[in-house]
């Protein structure tokens, strides 16, 4: 089964690489731009046929390792 | 004083920093990361990229076998000084509070770095004096400090800023360069004083830092 995690800077927290590529598509005429965020995504294949397990060990991942709870959240697609 | 250097892959600055201790009489060990037992008065986690800082900066060194004798030192109350990617793995490791992102601008900045000493109520600053202004090289990508509000009213409030930019090169919280943890025990710090311990070289303040350890 194959998970995709998305980690994003948290709603607040002020995302360097976001706020320049806001400024280039302004550059670029695209005045409609509010924001843009940019977010981290990993793709992981795991030996797991069951959702929510799946679900569940993503998480574990996510809180020990692929995210810092301190500046960043993080969504689990599946 | 007995100094352990951790050497994780990708470590750089661990010669710069032995050479420093040793300069000052101090008996330096370098521990290679997989190592987990070994005894000191002062742990250094040096500057470099640890584990190409993939993922996040530090993320993985956290996990290295070293670090468990690291938390252990941390536990029996021994000093930590974590310089550069040594800052941001005792962030990783939760042993100082607050998070690394990019510099503001994204770009990597490598310059001298005018700054002010906040708090020299602890071993690390107190051969200088509160206020004092001292330069010290910079060389990072991601030194822009995170705090929210809290945890930066707790720093504060416990004095636990040790060092604060004049100029602040990339965006970090407060100005924030330096900080210690509430035992004043635990230090991180984003300028290199290992890089300022030679006046042949132009500066020598970095001694004076490591020299309150001694005592």
Redesign the interface.
């Known amino acids: 089964m194959q998970v995709i995690v998305n980690v994003f800077l948290k709603n607040g927290v002020l995302d360097p690489q976001g706020k320049a590529l806001e400024k280039a598509l302004h550059s670029l005429n695209f005045s409609g731009v509010k924001e843009v965020r940019m977010a981290k995504q990993l793709k992981i294949t795991l030996d797991e046929n069951d959702t929510q397990k799946a679900k569940e060990l993503v998480a574990k991942m996510c809180e020990e390792l692929l995210v810092n709870s301190v500046i960043e959240d993080y969504e689990i697609l599946l | 004083m007995k100094v352990a250097i951790i050497r994780f892959l990708g470590t750089n600055c661990e010669f710069d920093t032995q050479y420093a201790f040793e300069k000052i009489g101090a008996k330096v060990q370098l521990i290679w990361h997989e190592e987990r037992e070994f005894e000191a008065d002062l742990v250094v986690l040096p500057g470099g990229f640890s584990y190409g800082d993939y993922?996040?900066c530090a993320?993985?060194a956290k996990?290295a076998p070293a670090m468990q004798g690291v938390l252990k030192h941390a536990k029996k109350g021994g000093f930590i000084l974590g310089i550069c990617n040594g800052f941001q793995i005792l962030?990783?490791a939760g042993l100082l509070k607050?998070?690394m992102?990019?510099?503001?601008?994204?770009s990597f900045i490598s310059k001298n770095q005018t700054l002010r000493v906040i708090s020299n109520d602890n071993a690390f600053l107190k051969k200088l004096n509160k206020n004092e202004l001292i330069t010290l090289p910079i060389a990072h990508g991601e030194g822009?400090y995170?705090?929210?509000e809290a945890t930066l009213k707790y720093l504060e409030d416990k004095d636990l800023i040790t060092l604060k930019y004049e100029n602040n090169p990339n965006?970090s919280c407060d100005n924030i360069a330096g900080i210690c943890d509430e035992t004043r025990k635990i230090f991180g710090l984003m300028p290199h004083p290992e890089r300022a311990c030679e006046k042949l070289l132009g500066n020598d303040v970095g001694l004076k830092m490591f020299e309150g350890f001694l005592s």
Do not use: P, T, V
Request: glycine residues 10%.
């Open positions: 993922l996040r993320a993985i996990l962030l990783e607050g998070a992102k990019h510099n503001e601008n994204l822009n995170y705090a929210d965006g």
